[in-house]
């Protein structure tokens, strides 16, 4: 029997094109009103940070879906972009660490001229511009002001990203290691027909699955949602009934 | 900005506080009045980070730090860091690092944990046959 962690992708890399946008919610208005399209940005982003490609499982528990959150590509803390807060294409699904270190900034004018910019993932390969050796994350091109300014201003080389990279790069070996080790136990089960021991590692193996999904390294995530509000249901989209005077004013006015 | 669950009033009170250590590093005084080395209040404050169990006055202390160092990183982009300036900034990189580094280690455990156990029933179960 094949063993439940051979295919998966241990060590993600930086993909070699834009991230395609597969879905397409429906507007939506309201200072948080980009907190709806919470599920559409997971499914799309498969639960990984736009920015350092961290699982949800890697950082934190399930509850608050590892503390990722809505990240906005163009700061809604800047005045210029604030019209844009509740703008599906700018918006992506970031670790809390990344959004964080992130945060509102933006290169100004003068930093602009020397080429300092972040880079979008979904529009631009980031394959092309990043690339994660070992614990760090380096610039294909030495000389790309964007790959720098992204790098450093986000700060992909924090020890906590580090630690995470460490973490998982010492994981895999020792998922392998148990890998074998069931390989070995089945191969004894098949000359000598032991039944509980073939319960007992399909109960490990069960396990092992679970912790690959666990740290994403599963394709499948943990507790992906199965519906999004692109799928959501038509009343649910439908204006609701104004409560105040001045809610029915407001809709009387938009006919 | 992006979407975080910091409440106002925590994420103003430290919002100053980068100005304040602009002050200590100057000479200036800690906030308490009392005479303090830069080291010595921002210390403090990164040690607050770190003990403290409410998730959001770690995230503004967090995000007080980051702001200076973008602002030191914008400095040294365009040639203008001072001695001073580098020094505060591998000084913030430490602290940011010291307290992001401490949630980073609770936070993964879990999986790590569920992994040894397994490995050492694997362990016993094959030193069993």
């Known amino acids: 029997m094949s063993s439940p962690l051979r295919a998966v992708d241990v060590n ?16 939506v208005s309201g200072e948080k009103g980009f907190a709806k399209y919470r599920d559409c940005l997971r499914l799309e982003f498969s639960a990984r940070c736009a920015y350092c490609l961290s699982h949800e499982g890697e950082v934190g528990p399930s509850q608050n879906y590892g503390g990722f959150e809505v990240e906005h ?45 972040f880079i979008d993932p979904t529009v631009e390969a980031m394959g092309d511009f990043l690339v994660i050796n070992g614990v760090r994350v380096d610039q294909v091109e030495p000389t790309s002001q964007a790959a ?32 074998a080790k069931i390989e070995v136990l089945r191969e004894r089960h098949a000359a000598t027909g032991d039944a509980d021991a073939l319960d007992a590692l399909n109960a ?43 809610e029915r004013r407001k809709q009387n006015a938009l006919g | 900005m992006t979407e975080t669950n910091l409440q106002p009033v925590e994420a103003r009170s430290f919002v100053v506080e980068p100005k304040l250590s602009s002050r200590v590093v100057s000479g200036g005084t800690a906030p308490t009045g009392r005479e303090s080395s830069q080291g010595a209040y921002v210390s403090t404050v990164a040690d607050h980070a770190r003990s403290s169990r409410e998730p ?34 591998s000084e913030l990189e430490a602290y940011i690092d010291d307290i992001e580094l401490a949630e980073e280690r609770s936070a993964g455990d879990a999986v790590w944990r569920q992994l040894e156990r397994i490995a050492s029933r694997v362990v016993a179960i094959d030193a069993k046959r």
């Open chain 1, 12 to 27: 993600p890399t930086y993909a070699d094109h834009p991230l395609p946008r597969t879905h397409a919610p429906p507007e």
């Open chain 2, 56 to 89: 959001s006055t770690r995230a503004a202390i967090l995000d007080a730090l980051y702001e200076e160092r973008s602002a030191l990183t914008r400095d040294r982009r365009l040639s203008r860091l001072t001695e001073a300036g580098a020094a505060r900034l």
């Open chain 1, 73 to 117: 590509f163009k700061p809604q803390g800047r005045r210029e972009f604030h019209s844009l807060r509740n703008r599906y294409s700018n918006l992506l699904w970031a670790c809390p660490t990344c959004n964080r270190a992130k945060g509102h900034r933006w290169p100004d004018p003068e930093e602009q001229k020397l080429g300092a910019r």
């Open chain 1, 148 to 179: 720098a300014y992204t790098i450093e201003q986000i700060n992909l080389n924090s020890a906590a990203h580090k630690e995470r990279r460490r973490k998982r790069q010492a994981l895999a070996p020792k998922l392998a290691l148990v890998e």
């Open chain 1, 204 to 246: 490990l193996e069960s396990e092992l699955r679970e912790i690959g999904t666990l740290v994403g390294w599963q394709p499948t995530s943990w507790d992906m949602p199965s519906t999004c509000f692109c799928a959501a249901p038509a009343q649910q989209l439908r204006r609701r009934k104004p409560r105040t005077r001045r």
